[in-house]
């Protein structure tokens, strides 16, 4: 639906900066959160670019930001309960950057196999790349798939049968008890050695599940 804001296919990049009032201290700690409605699994990282600058993904990858990793917490309303996050720095991108893996279990992902929504999710033949058993109402892949069998993605466009969890059972255990999608809290080390001005904060958020880049970003100011 297109708005007197933005439409659809419109880069986010091309909006008009917003002033937030978030102001945040070089060589300080600032909190951040996020929070998935689908949850496909993987990883994300926080990185700065200068509002002056194009924000490519280039420039985002000269300045990711590293967690206090002692700090990542889930958010339900006014309580906030920590846990033991999981990070990755070693063979990530840009080279040293840290990652934080999404703490949540990705279950009940629903059809493995998406080939156009025009018709429902249910393709009427299976030449779009998705066989028989993977469509979104039916599971009938060979190896009984409530015991786990997860054909491999056909590659056509479109398509995701890389969902295999399907609401069988979690990937890993919750980290802690709760219910719907809570909010994930997590602190950053702000660069000391930065300018001050106006930074644009990338989010950036990789899929393990389905072949999928995710962003987002927030207008800020970095004073001393």
């Not at 978030?22 to 060589?27: A, M």
């Not at 300080?28 to 993987?42: D, K, P, S």
């Not at 950057?97 to 009940?108: D, E, G, I, K, R």
Request: glycine share 10%; aromatic share 8%.
């Amino acid at each position: 639906m297109n708005t007197s804001f933005a439409h659809h296919g419109m880069k986010g990049t091309d909006l008009p900066m917003l002033d937030t009032g978030i102001i945040w201290t070089l060589g300080l700690e600032a909190e951040v959160t996020w929070q998935v409605r689908n949850n496909h699994g993987g990883g994300y990282s926080y990185r700065l670019c200068p509002a002056s600058e194009p924000l490519t993904e280039a420039c985002f990858q000269k300045h990711p930001l590293d967690f206090v990793q002692d700090q990542q917490a889930l958010v339900f309303g006014d309580s906030v309960v920590p846990i033991n996050g999981t990070f990755v720095h070693e063979g990530t991108s840009p080279a040293g950057s840290t990652w934080a893996m999404l703490p949540l279990p990705s279950s009940v992902l629903g059809p493995r196999c998406v080939c156009s929504p025009d018709n429902n999710y249910r393709p009427a033949n299976y030449n779009c790349g998705c066989l028989k058993g993977e469509e979104r109402i039916g599971c009938a892949t060979p190896g009984n798939c409530s015991k786990g069998a997860c054909l491999p993605c056909p590659g056509t466009p479109g398509s995701d049968c890389s969902r295999c969890s399907n609401g069988i059972g979690d990937p890993f255990p919750p980290p802690a008890s709760y219910h719907g999608q809570p909010t994930v809290r997590d602190v950053v080390k702000v660069p000391r050695d930065l300018p001050e001005g106006k930074y644009v904060l990338g989010f950036r958020y990789d899929c393990e599940a389905t072949a999928q880049v995710w962003s987002n970003c927030a207008d800020i100011t970095l004073v001393r």
